[in-house]
């Protein structure tokens, strides 16, 4: 009996109606050539899936568009019969990406806590996102910067830190904003304490040394959160580049911390530094570590070189899957044809620009093709050689090592673009392999 692969390749747009349908028969004795091997005893990480950002800037745009183009929108990215994104990451209040700093309460005692400003733009992306996956999203939050009475530099921005005196209130209403979030039927399923903590930025952004955020969860956010009844929420620490997130775990994780982090949050913009994934593997092998955010800065962006930046953005992908990523956030969803807006000007590349004068929605790093091209319901894949287990809120399916010949397609734009990486997914059941567009 003759076994069946089925090949697709991607060009122009990636769309549905732009790709090369090809069945290759495997037949017996072909023992060299056209093989497949899969060694389901050898297996690696649980793959939990990708997800994206809903900023301010990315909803102030999205509020912009035509609903036939919001429509388009949402089901591309989180249709169960299209890229299927499992997961949104919301800052807590503002950040670069707002329109401008915002705080949802300026008072110690909370009593003009509102959310007044997310209820503008976030939450109805948020909302129509979940309308497209059919459920309830999970989601993460992140905080850039404590409110600016908290800080030693009185201020969102450039840097300073959490004042002593204030931790316990900072504590309290990170965990006020998870219960507001949760009083509206939202499903908050991850924490990060700060987003890149050694980072002086010209926008909100807070420092803490790994001996000061270790202190923090320790000392205020674990009782803080197991007074609320919120020590059910996994909290990832670092949510930073990756070159020294091992340093991080090591000088944090112990004894005392060890059951409340449930791993490590990383960003790509230092470079590839896949050897310190491999590090936190082995050291720590129960903890996760997922790419909190990625996009291509305008600054490092060459826009004549669109191939180069998907390539780019490829390569990274595939990298971190291999080392060992549990999950993938792309950083906005969408910006508009300035990579914004920003409200100091770090614009940025995103996989949808809304271009606001010609009123077009325009694929940019095309996500469809470029990262989970129909990630459907009893599917797991596999990349250059290592197989992650596939854990989705229907399915948990392991697999394990494979090897294989051949060649990805990433439709970009109206260029095809070969990766030397085989991408392939098994639909189980069916008894198909499919090679998949990166």
């Known amino acids: 009996m003759c076994k069946s692969i089925k090949v697709s390749m991607t060009y122009g747009n990636g769309l549905w109606d732009e790709q090369f349908h090809q069945e290759v028969l495997f037949r017996p004795g072909e023992t060299e050539n056209k093989v497949i091997n899969l060694y389901p005893e050898i297996q690696y990480q649980i793959f939990d899936g990708f997800g994206g950002a809903i900023t301010e800037s990315a909803a102030y745009i999205y509020s912009l568009m035509g609903e036939e183009q919001k429509n388009k929108l949402m089901e591309a990215y989180f249709s169960p019969n299209r890229m299927n994104y499992q997961f949104v990451r919301i800052p807590i209040d503002s950040c670069d990406f707002s329109l401008q700093q915002y705080e949802a309460s300026g008072k110690p005692d909370f009593s003009d806590f509102s959310f007044e400003r997310l209820e503008k733009y976030i939450l109805p992306m948020l909302d129509d996102a979940e309308k497209a996956a059919g459920h309830r999203l999970p989601i993460m939050l992140s905080p850039w910067s404590p409110p600016a009475y908290m800080k030693t530099n009185g201020k969102r921005n450039g840097g300073g830190a959490l004042k002593p005196e204030y931790a316990e209130v900072w504590a309290e209403y990170i965990c006020r904003y998870v219960e507001e979030y949760q009083r509206r039927g939202y499903h908050i399923v991850a924490l990060t304490l700060q987003n890149e903590p ?107 070189n669109a191939q180069g930046a998907a390539q780019w953005l490829g390569h990274e992908v595939i990298g971190d899957l291999n080392h060992g990523i549990s999950a993938f956030f792309d950083w906005n969803l969408l910006l508009d044809e300035n990579g914004g807006p920003n409200y100091v000007g770090n614009y940025a590349m995103a996989p949808f620009f809304y271009h606001t004068e010609k009123h077009e929605l325009q694929p940019h790093l095309y996500s469809e093709p470029l990262c989970q091209d129909k990630f459907l319901e009893n599917l797991s894949w596999i990349s250059c050689g290592k197989i992650p287990t596939l854990s989705l809120p229907w399915l948990s399916y392991k697999c394990g090592y494979l090897s294989c010949q051949g060649f990805a397609a990433c439709g970009f734009r109206r260029n095809p673009l070969q990766l030397r990486y085989p991408r392939l997914q098994f639909r189980k059941g069916r008894d198909r392999l499919s090679y998949l567009p990166l």
């Open 198 to 304: 050694k980072a002086v930025q010209t926008w909100d952004s807070c420092i803490f040394t790994a001996k000061e955020e270790k202190a923090f969860l320790l000392d205020r956010m674990i009782p803080v959160m197991e007074r609320h009844h919120l020590e059910g929420i996994p909290i990832y620490i670092w949510d930073h580049n990756k070159e020294r997130v091992y340093e991080w775990m090591r000088d944090i994780i112990d004894e005392q911390t060890d059951a409340r982090i449930a791993g490590a949050a990383v960003h790509w913009y230092s470079g590839d530094h896949f050897e310190a994934l491999d590090l936190c593997r082995e050291k720590y092998p129960n903890k996760k570590l997922i790419v909190s955010e990625s996009c291509i800065e305008f600054y490092k962006f060459d826009i004549h």
